[in-house]
């Protein structure tokens, strides 16, 4: 597998995963996927049936399998070894015709199948560090018409996001404090509610 320098630590912390974490994963994500991020996805989308959906960063592949059991033709794409093994492990337990492939999104390459009619990346580009690779890539597997969906942390949550993105390559810290400041192009802080 070809993958950016950039990019090689966080798929390393990825592939630490528990594996028990793996299992007790509910079937539709943690509650912030479960009841905001995937019926927001799903709404995007509309009727699944007969959609060629990529999942870029696929992760334990939960969503792929929401994705295909809606009837949708699915690929999902994720670097990190664990993550990828077990969702071809559930693939294996029950068939849903997922096809899973070991890639880094910013080095995507060929794949067999183009044009789809979706590339969905859920919390992913903000965990890639060579995103804007990854962002291109997951473009041109679109078919003419087709859409990106993507989910990115709100920075409200990350007090130092871009600090944090610049030193790490990708979002760590968590806090609603950020919230309420906003900082002008002048470099005042104001409080906003």
């Not at 028990?20 to 509650?31: Q, R, S, T």
């Not at 962002?135 to 990106?148: D, E, I, T, W």
């Not at 709100?154 to 007090?159: F, G, I, T």
Request: aromatic share 6%; charged share 25%.
């Amino acid at each position: 597998m070809d993958i950016s320098p950039a990019n090689a630590s966080n798929i390393e912390a990825f592939d630490d995963v528990d594996e028990d974490f793996l299992a007790d994963w509910d079937p539709e994500g943690d509650p912030g996927r479960k009841y905001l991020l995937n019926p927001t996805i799903m709404g995007m989308l509309g009727p699944l049936a007969g959609q060629r959906i990529l999942d870029a960063g696929c992760g334990q592949g939960y969503l792929s399998r929401l994705l295909a059991a809606a009837g949708a033709t699915v690929i999902g794409v994720e670097p990190a070894g664990r993550l990828i093994a077990y969702a071809r492990r559930s693939e294996q337990r029950r068939p849903l015709g997922i096809e899973y492939l070991q890639r880094d999104l910013s080095r995507l390459g060929a794949i067999e199948s183009t044009g789809f009619d979706a590339v969905v990346a859920n919390m992913v580009l903000l965990d890639i560090a060579d995103w804007e690779e990854a962002m291109a890539n997951c473009l041109a597997v679109l078919r003419a018409g087709g859409r990106l969906v993507f989910s990115l942390l709100h920075p409200c949550w990350a007090p130092d996001a871009l600090a944090t993105w610049a030193d790490r390559g990708r979002v760590e810290a968590l806090s609603t404090s950020s919230h309420m400041r906003h900082e002008s192009r002048t470099g005042s802080t104001s409080t906003t509610r």
